[in-house]
């Protein structure tokens, strides 16, 4: 690692505790994001399709089953204990990972920001909605060390 490039590194330490949030009652729905966000402007303007980058998104996972990302999951990770541990299976007993997903990625029921984009579910968080910060640092260098695409976005949320 170059003297620049070391400059910018910090480790996270684990927290002691798990982070932990409460599921909101009543969230908003991908149809109402795309509209505060402004997605269909902004694909119409800047023919932005995302055909060509694949995005990671790091949260409690994906439902990879689910129609508006057929065919477009190339991969996924888990960082958590949830599935049995088995780091090659990503699915989502939460909804939030699938959820941010389709606000980026979906192209059927709704469509996301960058329907045409590939998606790698990396699941950071457990289906209750809690993690650590080291499971996020392995996910962040998995995504950085992984050969399989060129193009990356990482997302993940607390709130």
Excluded at 65 to 93: K, P, Y
Aim: aromatic share 8%; hydrophobic share 35%; proline share 4%.
């Amino acid at each position: 690692m170059s003297s620049e490039t070391s400059s910018y590194r910090q480790e996270i330490s684990p927290v002691e505790k798990p982070v932990q949030f409460e599921r909101p009652q009543f969230g908003a729905s991908l149809i109402q994001v795309g509209s505060l966000i402004r997605a269909p402007q902004a694909r119409n303007n800047f023919s932005v399709t995302g055909k060509g980058l694949t995005v990671a998104v790091l949260d409690t996972g994906l439902r990879t089953t689910h129609l508006d990302f057929e065919g477009r999951v190339i991969e996924q990770q888990n960082f958590t204990a949830d599935n049995g541990g088995n780091v090659d299976d990503a699915s989502d007993g939460n909804g939030h990972g699938t959820n941010v997903a389709g606000i980026i990625v979906a192209n059927r029921f709704h469509t996301g920001i960058a329907p045409g984009a590939n998606v790698i579910p990396i699941k950071v968080l457990s289906n209750r909605g809690g993690g650590s910060f080291s499971a996020i640092r392995d996910a962040l260098q998995w995504v950085i060390e992984s050969k399989s695409t060129s193009h990356y976005c990482c997302l993940y949320v607390f709130r």
